[in-house]
């Protein structure tokens, strides 16, 4: 073995000196901060939670209904495809389960969308959101270093997708005053000329409200105008009230029928419940999807065949999403009782979060936990402050109705009583 030694003479293996170069990681890893929760384990680590109570975890979006069977049953049918190495564009029956789903739940045209050209399986939303950022961001545009535009407060990873691309990301600020989204109208062409990128969550995590299909409509003309991709992350759509949100791809219908700068992600980790099967798919553009599919058969972990078919046999069934609905609204219903009225509470379009007006998110979150044992998420740790120090997330929580209905029960009252 041959080492460089400190003098610049090779020395031969195991014989000494030689210098030990300290290797160097990538610097955009420094950018990347630290998750919201590794936040709140800060905050409340010092905080004892009262005796004889039994915490309780409002904080994390992690869906606890029952499994559908079909998933178990169609892992177990399938088993003896473990053994294989999956393509990376997944199975044609799952494009196809996909295609026919968004065609179903969107009422879009037959042939709107190719299974062959429009949909790629994702192992789950989250690794996809982060990704495709590094496959459409550029060095340069309009001469300048690229944005990624997103709402703040927002889901933390796609923040870390436009630093890692390169991007700046630029944070747009919603409230209840801008109806939780981003106020289009406020966008400078400046900005918009050098923009790769635009993320939108409907309905939103946080603030569980969907964008109008006009709005989606409105900003889709934009991204066309100035030649940027729209990402509509949808993974909260399917757990709706009463009345299903729109969704991008009837946007892009209403507008001309083209999936052109538009791409929808959603995944079964809300839908089905299944956020440990790692499932999603990525559809629209066909240049988008082609650049992604390119990269991701170098970068990103390949949907295993059993998967596929588990995840195929879930987005043909429906049953299950109807049952798995039912159990949210009955926790809604039980919101409505504890808290309407207070608090800014309103029942949210879409997902399985509150979002509270407490004055002070940072505060209210440690009296909860000092109080009641409830942990929530301040809502400024889903946020970033702007240029004036101000972070549209500061006065809020985050409440996650993902228990059963009687731990629910209980949380709500806990969190009603606590937060007077
Ligand atoms: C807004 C949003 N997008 C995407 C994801 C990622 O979900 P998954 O990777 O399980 O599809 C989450 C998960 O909590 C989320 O809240």
């Known amino acids: 073995m041959l080492t460089l030694a400190a003098t610049g003479v090779l020395a031969l ?38 005796p004889g109570r039994m915490p309780l975890d409002l904080s994390i979006g992690q869906p606890m209904h029952p499994l559908p069977a079909l998933l178990a049953e169609t892992l177990h049918a399938h088993a003896h495809l473990w053994g294989r190495y999956p393509p990376v564009a997944g199975t044609p029956a799952f494009r196809e389960a996909v295609c026919a789903w968004l065609a179903r739940r969107y009422h879009l045209p037959a042939g709107m969308l190719d299974p062959a050209r429009h949909v790629l399986p994702v192992a789950g939303t989250k690794e996809a959101l982060f990704l495709i950022a590094q496959a459409v961001v550029p060095e340069r545009k309009a001469g300048r270093q690229p944005a990624v535009l997103m709402p703040n407060p927002f889901y933390n990873v796609y923040l870390g997708g436009a630093l890692f691309a390169g991007a700046e990301p630029v944070l747009l600020p919603v409230s209840a005053a801008t109806g939780y989204l981003p106020a289009l109208e406020r966008l400078e062409p400046a900005l918009l ?39 509509v992350d949808e993974c909260y759509s399917e757990l709706y009230n009463d009345e299903a949100p729109p969704g991008a791809l009837e946007a892009a219908l209403a507008e001309d029928g083209r999936l052109d700068n538009l791409v929808v992600c959603n995944s079964l980790s809300k839908r089905s419940s299944a956020a440990g099967l790692r499932s999603g798919f990525v559809a629209g553009d066909a240049g988008v999807i082609a650049g992604f599919t390119r990269l991701r058969s170098y970068a990103a972990a390949v949907q295993p065949l059993p998967v596929l078919a588990a995840a195929t046999a879930l987005w043909q069934d429906e049953d299950h999403v109807v049952a798995n609905r039912r159990l949210y609204r009955e926790k809604f219903d039980l919101a409505d009782q504890q808290l309407a009225g207070r608090f800014g509470y309103y029942r949210p379009d879409g997902g399985f979060f509150l979002w509270l007006e407490v004055g002070d998110g940072e505060a209210a979150a440690a009296r909860l936990w000092a109080e009641a044992a409830l942990k929530v998420l301040p809502g400024g740790y889903l946020g970033r402050p702007d240029a004036a120090g101000e972070n549209p997330g500061q006065s809020a929580i985050r409440v996650a109705l993902v228990h059963d209905l009687a731990t629910t029960a209980a949380a709500l009252a806990g969190l009603a009583a606590g937060l007077s």
């Not at 000196?17 to 590794?38: A, I």
């Not at 569980?208 to 940027?228: D, I, P, S, T, W």
């Open 13 to 50: 293996g195991g014989v000494r000196p030689y210098v030990c170069v300290r290797l160097m990681l990538n610097p955009r890893l420094e950018t990347l901060s630290d998750y919201p929760f590794r936040r709140l384990e800060r905050l409340l680590a010092p905080i004892e939670p009262p």
């Open 193 to 231: 000329e050098r923009t790769a990128a635009f993320y939108l969550c409907s309905p939103a995590n946080p603030q569980g409200r969907a964008a109008e299909r006009a709005y989606l409509q409105r900003l889709l003309g934009v991204a066309r105008q100035y030649g940027f991709l729209l990402i």
